[in-house]
């Protein structure tokens, strides 16, 4: 009991970290949502706006992009190229900055499943007051390393679902022949921006952190389930 009390004393902290790591990418993900959703209403207005279809400029009343507020201001579409841009080159950043962190948080979920699983099995004919407060703790580290998992997920995943209404709105203008020619130029050179650019976060170059990663980790944990459980049977 003596060893679990230090083994829980060590391992909290660096569990702690590991979360509030997590937390601050969700927090920053939000942010450059929320900076891609200004580009999109702008974009949106240009395609919406019947009288100013035919105009290379529009008027907006206010945008705040970073910290200042922009009154009356005419923007072109090829300077929301270069707002999408700069979020793309801070994805990339956040991208590579936070590559460790995600990679921990995957390794430290597996490995809590892996315990649970061999615990469980183990002790499923030998359940103890002692040996149930410990399956509970190791059940509570999974479940709160899956929710990690998944809120790190779903975060980049709306990050996606936002550039891909960027790419809608880009393709409707282009497709407008209404509009004139350098609009639609403009239009064609922020598509090939967007495709430079996919806003998507890869852990290490080997797994692409978005919803689909929540249902492989838990088709690998079913698999795993399946395998120890045959094993038992040989084991024991």
């Known amino acids: 009991m003596e060893w679990e009390s230090v083994n829980r004393f060590i391992t909290w ?32 207005k240009i395609y919406h706006k019947h009288d100013i279809r035919k105009c290379k400029l529009f008027t907006i ?26 979020i793309g080159e801070t994805c990339s950043l956040m991208n590579k900055v936070f590559n460790f962190s995600m ?3 995957l390794v430290c ?8 699983v061999w615990t469980t099995l183990y ?35 709306v990050l996606r679902n936002t550039r891909k209404k960027t790419k809608i709105l880009l393709n409707e203008i282009i497709m407008d022949y209404s509009l004139t020619r350098e ?7 922020f598509m090939e921006l967007t495709d430079a650019w ?11 952190v978005d919803v689909t ?11 795993y389930l399946v395998v120890s459980i045959q094993m038992m049977k040989h084991l024991f």
């Open 213 to 223: 990663l929540i249902l492989k980790f838990i088709s690998i944990c079913t698999t």
């Open 123 to 157: 002790y499923s004919r030998k359940l103890r007051e002692s040996v149930t407060g410990s399956l509970v703790i190791s059940a509570t580290w999974t479940f709160s390393g899956i929710c990690t998992i998944s809120s790190m997920s779903i975060a980049c995943e």
């Open 198 to 208: 996919p806003l998507e976060f890869i852990v290490y170059d080997m797994v692409s």
């Open 61 to 86: 009343s206010k945008v705040s992009f970073i910290s200042n507020p922009v009154i009356n201001r005419k923007v072109e579409i090829k300077e929301l190229a270069a707002m999408y841009n700069l």
């Open 109 to 116: 979920a597996f490995s809590n499943v892996v315990v649970t």
């Open 183 to 189: 609009v639609r130029a403009q239009a064609k050179s």
């Open 103 to 105: 990679f921990m948080a």
């Open 13 to 44: 902290p660096f569990y702690l970290f590991q979360d509030l790591e997590v937390v601050f990418l969700c927090r920053l993900l939000c942010i450059v949502k929320t900076r891609l959703d200004i580009v999109n209403n702008l974009l949106e």
